[in-house]
């Protein structure tokens, strides 16, 4: 309470309980480093606790704002999927990502058709439904994979590069670039799921390949590799005498590849996800 008996202001109580929360995230990662807890965990429980006390919080129900929590949600991932693109200094490649696509091409559509079977199977589910409850499940989270990703790209003059620290980078390399790539490939069979409820399961599939499969996945990749081409250049090689933008901003030049990668991709009706994750 106030002098004169006032409520606490709700706004400022928010702010000081975030910069809390803010303390408490950049110090979890060195105290859960040994210890089988992921961070985002740990941060998911203290923000079920602190709405489950009773508080002079406001009460945040999802249901109520589902635009604003999908447009959140949408937001944790974009800023994850930077953050594991820009941790991978491995060059892309067919040989150098083989295990990558094989997870890609063979274990996710697996996965998928796994989860929808099981959903047909054993919890009744409609053909759309299950599909659709495959597709949401199948792909790896990149948020809680962070643990066993690849680290930020770096050069240690005394590392020793033996064969068991090279097997190693090579799994996380490859759970980082799955983790990264996989939400944005779930979507065709999110988009398979609503085609085949809209159209009873019939004359669909032509459609599906060609659209959603070839020019989203292609549009997504295409305006990916365009946009980080083009911030390439500008951050790194400026015209003229001008100081380099990498050096001086170097987290404003990734939120705009994030940004900008993904409402260019989205408003040509591609998958922003990939988009991100390859700029």
Known sequence: MRKGGAPVDTYELSLALLGVI????????????????????????????????????PELDPRQHLESTERLTELGVLVALVGAGLSIDRPIGWRR?????????VALPLGVGASAVLGWWAL????????LLGAVLAPTDPVL????QVGEPTVDEHRVD???HHEEDDVRVTLTSEA?????????????????AATDGNGWIGRWVAVDVVYRVAAGVGIGVAVGWLLCRIAFRPPGPTRALADASEGFVGLAAMFLAYGAAELAHGYGFIAVFTA
């Open 22 to 57: 803010a303390l408490v995230a950049a110090w979890l990662p060195a105290f859960l480093d040994q210890r089988p807890l992921s961070l985002p965990l740990v941060l998911v429980g203290i923000g079920a606790l602190l709405f489950t006390v009773p508080s002079p919080l």
């Open 97 to 105: 990502w083989a295990p990558t696509w094989r997870l890609l091409a």
């Open 124 to 131: 009744g589910l409609a053909p759309a439904s299950a599909a």
């Open 145 to 148: 994979a962070s643990d066993v």
């Open 162 to 164: 033996d064969g068991a």
């Open 180 to 196: 990264g790539l996989n939400d944005g490939l779930a979507f065709p069979f999110v988009y398979a799921a609503i085609a085949i």
